[in-house]
């Protein structure tokens, strides 16, 4: 398992932009697939978007494609979700993920990542 930290949370108003960080505890490279996840109160858990681990494989939520970015910088240990254009829906308990080295696929199964960071909240108002 890795050891994860997001960062880069906060309040913004509807439309603005935010970038959450995610800090692994080794280099990404040997990393394999990580994501981002998102809870709001009173839901489940959410994929949110997805990478693979040379970074060309993404995938998104359809609540997200066109506003969120997610890269990673294989030469260190972060992974970055670029937000834009936030709706107060995005509002929830953000949440950075891995697979175990090794899969290949960008799940969006919660379940099928095994290490988790403690998330970091992010709240949009209208």
């Known amino acids: 398992q890795v050891q994860l930290e997001e960062s880069g949370g906060g309040s913004v108003q509807a439309g603005g932009s935010l970038r959450l960080s995610c800090a692994a505890s080794?280099?990404?490279?040997?990393?394999?697939?990580m994501g981002w996840f998102r809870q709001a109160p009173g839901k489940g858990r959410e994929f949110v978007a997805g990478?693979?681990?040379?970074?060309?494989?993404?995938r998104y939520a359809d609540s997200v494609k066109g506003r969120f970015t997610i890269s990673r910088d294989n030469a260190g240990n972060l992974v970055h979700l670029q937000m834009n254009s936030l709706k107060p829906e995005d509002t929830a308990v953000y949440y950075c993920?891995?697979?175990?080295?090794?899969?290949?696929?960008?799940?969006?199964?919660?379940?099928?990542?095994?290490?988790w960071g403690q998330g970091t909240q992010v709240t949009v108002s209208s």
């Open positions: 993920a891995a697979r175990s080295q090794g899969l290949m696929v960008v799940s969006t199964t919660p379940g099928d990542y095994s290490s």
């Open positions: 080794r280099l990404t490279f040997s990393i394999g697939v």
């Open positions: 990478i693979n681990r040379s970074g060309a494989g993404t």
